[in-house]
């Protein structure tokens, strides 16, 4: 079983939204780690063109995972990504807000099924990508954010 079928997003994307299988993120509500369950742009980057191509977010155990960024709009390239972790983001600016996540493989099957126009309908605005997640850090990654 697959953590994003744990956290009650088998149904698929436009059921999440319509059934509010998911949680929005509670950024008073404090995870084991202490830290609110927030990402951050990487500061090694902060003076670099790529920049806003990469964000990380902290799992559940306090670990960092650090995640590539494309825009909605890049959806059936990020479709052919295998091993990896997506977060649908909506981003304003500079505060970015997790509105899913799952694993590429999900990803790619609520793609055929129009993943694209229910996830602009929620807000999301841009995937982040993690590469060669497994199921624990699916789960840790989720818990987190959801949780």
């Not at 950024?27 to 990469?54: I, K, M, N, T, Y």
């Not at 990896?84 to 990803?107: H, K, Q, T």
Request: charged share 20%.
């Amino acid at each position: 079983m697959s953590a994003v079928i744990e956290m009650g997003f088998s149904n698929g994307f436009a059921d999440m939204c319509e059934n509010r299988k998911f949680k929005p993120v509670d950024a008073r509500r404090a995870s084991s780690f202490r830290a609110p369950p927030r990402g951050q742009a990487l500061a090694s980057l902060v003076a670099s063109d790529l920049r806003e191509r990469f964000y990380s977010w902290r799992g559940l155990s306090g670990q960092r995972y650090v995640f590539s960024v494309f825009s909605i709009a890049e959806t059936a390239m990020v479709c052919e990504f295998t091993a990896a972790a997506v977060i649908g983001v909506a981003s304003d600016g500079l505060a970015r807000r997790p509105v899913c996540v799952m694993s590429s493989r999900e990803f790619c099957q609520l793609e055929s099924g129009g993943l694209r126009s229910e996830s602009l309908a929620a807000g999301v605005s841009e995937w982040h990508v993690h590469f060669g997640v497994d199921e624990e850090g699916l789960r840790d990654l989720a818990g987190t954010l959801f949780g």
